[in-house]
């Protein structure tokens, strides 16, 4: 059974070393000359006015990390509907596990929703 994953294997390793090569290598051939105009921030042509580093809301950083957790559980829902009528001789044991999946989903959604993460004031 291992021996059907060999050449995953061997594909993750190619790959791995072909990273680590390039980068040991642009490191070691790569030009080092530094001078004041390659450090300087450059966008679309247009010179900066000001500070370039601003502060964000913490706010932004909440939404992002929400968005991605119930993303992700997103993501374990959509398997399970593709295969639901696949495994209905499990009985109601696979419905089940996917409603109590679903509750904690809902309950996490409320607790969030309630301790005002969601409101932009």
Not at 12 to 26: D, K, Q
Not at 54 to 73: K, T, V
Not at 90 to 103: D, Q, T
């Amino acid at each position: 059974m291992i021996e059907n994953y060999l050449p995953i294997l061997i594909v993750l390793v190619v790959a791995a070393g072909f990273a680590f090569v390039s980068l040991i290598l642009t490191h070691l051939l790569g030009p080092r000359v530094p001078n004041a105009v390659k450090m300087m921030p450059y966008e679309s042509g247009v010179d900066q006015v000001g500070e370039t580093r601003i502060r964000f809301s913490i706010r932004f950083f909440l939404i992002a990390l929400l968005f991605i957790i119930f993303d992700i559980e997103i993501i374990f829902l959509y398997p399970w509907a593709v295969v639901f009528k696949d495994f209905l001789s499990f009985g109601p044991f696979i419905f089940f596990e996917m409603v109590v999946f679903l509750a904690i989903l809902v309950f996490g959604f409320v607790y969030v929703w309630r301790n005002g993460a969601l409101d932009w004031e």
